[in-house]
């Protein structure tokens, strides 16, 4: 499985932004079954969860940092997931990466170690 992350960039405090990561894994792959998960990293600190969603699309998770902000998606048809960012802040500069996880779990991963296929990672940054 491979992933493409896009879509960061450079906005303003109060703007907004959507990453997508598309997702490759051969002939009939679909999103179908799979986690995703969208995580940040600043230097020097811990890669964090941000909005993961589960491998049915029924459940998912924000961090308080994000909650009411951003908006997690998927598309299975296109295997491609989505995070839309509205009202950033500069604290969400950061470089984000999404990953997936095959899972039937109702419950969406929400530590890095939990996922199998990581993006490149697309840099986010807020101007105040």
């Known amino acids: 499985v491979q992933l493409q992350a896009s879509g960061g960039g450079l906005v303003r405090a109060g703007g907004s932004l959507r990453l997508s990561c598309a997702a490759s894994?051969?002939?009939?792959?679909?999103?179908?079954?799979?986690?995703i998960g969208w995580f940040r990293q600043t230097p020097g600190k811990e890669r964090e969860a941000v909005s993961c969603?589960?491998?049915?699309?029924?459940?998912?998770y924000y961090s308080d940092s994000v909650k009411g902000r951003f908006t997690i998606s998927r598309d299975i048809a296109e295997s491609t997931g989505y995070l839309q960012m509205n009202s950033l802040k500069p604290e969400d500069t950061a470089v984000y990466y999404c990953?997936?996880?095959?899972?039937?779990?109702?419950?969406?991963?929400?530590?890095?170690?939990?996922?199998?296929?990581w993006g490149q990672g697309t840099q986010v940054t807020v101007s105040s």
């Open positions: 990953a997936v996880m095959f899972s039937f779990h109702d419950v969406p991963p929400t530590t890095p170690s939990q996922y199998d296929y």
């Open positions: 894994g051969g002939s009939g792959f679909t999103l179908e079954d799979w986690a």
């Open positions: 969603i589960s491998g049915n699309g029924d459940s998912t």
